[in-house]
Each structure stands twice: as C-alpha cells, then as structure tokens.
C-alpha cells in the first residue's frame, strides 16, 4: 500500500509548476517517504490527495478561482478513486481478515481467535491457551488441555453455515 500511495504522490507532483518541481521534488519525495512510515494507510492517501491539491491551486494561483477549483477537485477525486481502488484490491488478496469467536456453554466461557485462516489465540475461562495446544484441522479448531486431551472443538459446517461444538460439562467442585 505505502508503495503504491508514494508511486501515486511522485505522480501528483507533476501538479505543480516545472521550475518549483526541479528544485523541491526530490526534497519533498524523500519527507513524504519518512512520514508515510509513521501515517496510517488512511492518512497516507490524505497525504497523497494533498499534493495534488496543492500543485495545482499553486500552479493556477493567478488564474480564475474558480477554474482553479474545479482542478483541484478533479484533481483529488482522480487521486482519491484510484488509491480505493488499490486497496480494495490490495484487501481481496489479503485473506480472510479476523474472525473474534466468543461462546459459553456450562463448562464456562471460551474464545478463539482466527485471522487469516490460522488460528492464533484462544482462552478458556478468560485464561489465555498457548499456542501450541491450539490444533487446526480441515474444518475444525481443537483446543487442547496441557495433558493434550481436547477440551474443546469448534468445527465449521459449509453447508449450513454453522458454527458448532459440542457443549463441555461443568468442571467438578462448581467453579468456571
């Protein structure tokens, strides 16, 4: 994404006058690479509209406000529409994202955390499970007690559209 947004701000400064790019751009590419470093993706657009903006209310400061209006508008929805467009594609190959799956059944509560297909924590009873007892399966997750016997499986059914496991009973002596 960073590349992206810095291939689309050295492309913004062709908005400004030749002369103030001859002298500043390498200047101004080389700030814009430290800050995009610390900006989210987010800001780092924002950041790439603003050069636009500004070359071009620069280079059409002395003509009709208005004409010099309109550029910049166009000017940043062009830049605005082609950076959604990157990441949108930039998040179809990113995976399945996150998935938080929190439940209770009468042995108390459990959590499981899933991001991009790999399970990559879990908790039972608000206790955190390490991750070497969090086994993934075709089309299940098992949490593992210490002693590698499963406490719990979550399993996916596809063609329901379910999540399912079977509920634990509560532990003997009443607490969770």
């Not at 050295?10 to 814009?32: H, K, N, T």
């Not at 086994?135 to 949490?143: K, L, T």
């Not at 596809?158 to 607490?175: K, L, N, V």
């Amino acid at each position: 994404m960073r590349t992206i947004c810095e291939s689309v701000f050295r492309l913004g400064l062709f908005a400004f006058p030749r002369a103030f790019r001859s002298e500043y751009a390498a200047e101004m590419i080389s700030v814009f690479h430290e800050r995009v470093a610390e900006l989210s993706p987010l800001g780092a657009v924002g950041e790439t509209i603003g050069v636009f903006s500004a070359g071009a209310r620069m280079r059409l400061e002395h003509r009709d406000a208005r004409q010099a209006l309109i550029v910049t508008l166009a000017a940043a929805m062009f830049a605005t529409s082609f950076a959604l467009r990157d990441v949108d594609l930039l998040r179809s190959n990113a995976g399945a994202g996150r998935i938080d799956f929190n439940a209770e059944d009468p042995a108390g509560v459990f959590t499981l955390t899933v991001i991009d297909g790999r399970p990559v924590g879990a908790t039972l009873n608000r206790v955190p499970v390490s991750p070497d007892l969090i086994v993934a399966r075709a089309d299940s997750i098992s949490i593992l007690r210490p002693d590698g016997r499963t406490e719990v499986t979550v399993a996916f059914d596809a063609a329901r559209g379910h999540i399912a496991w079977e509920p634990r009973q509560p532990q003997s002596g009443g607490s969770r």
